[in-house]
């Protein structure tokens, strides 16, 4: 079993920057990737990013993203980031952290994803 906390959330100001942490514990993570979800009020959870978990650590984005969030990862500390900057008001959501197991063919559905954490809350004020 994986454990997963998020942490970084916050309020910030449009135009601002915040890194999330997601921790995995419980056991070594070896899976095929890890992403991040977000999901406002009143809206269905959204793929952010993901990032495989192999030597090469291939990332991927939501159009809506893209140029303004990076992913990473450190795999000896078993734990992924992202950090966002350039944060409007439409980001404002909470966020998710998610590990899936097995190879799939598109990280960006989250039924894909084996365990998930409990968010984080982002607000961006405008």
């Known amino acids: 079993q994986v454990q997963l906390v998020e942490s970084g959330g916050g309020l910030v100001q449009a135009g601002g920057s915040l890194r999330l942490s997601c921790a995995a514990s419980?056991?070594?993570?070896?899976?095929?990737?890890m992403g991040w979800f977000r999901q406002a009020p009143g809206k269905e959870r959204e793929f952010v990013a993901a990032?495989?978990?192999?030597?090469?650590?291939?990332?991927y984005y939501a159009d809506s993203v893209k140029g303004r969030f990076t992913i990473s990862r450190d795999n000896a500390k078993n734990t992924m980031y992202l950090q966002m900057r350039s944060l409007t008001p439409e980001d404002t959501s909470v966020y998710y952290c998610?590990?899936?197991?097995?190879?799939?063919?598109?990280?960006?559905?989250?039924?894909?994803?084996?365990?998930w954490g409990q968010g984080t809350q982002v607000t961006v004020s405008s």
């Open positions: 419980g056991r070594t993570f070896s899976g095929y990737a």
């Open positions: 990032i495989t978990w192999d030597d090469i650590g291939v990332p």
């Open positions: 998610a590990a899936d197991q097995m190879y799939t063919p598109n990280l960006q559905f989250s039924n894909y994803y084996d365990y």
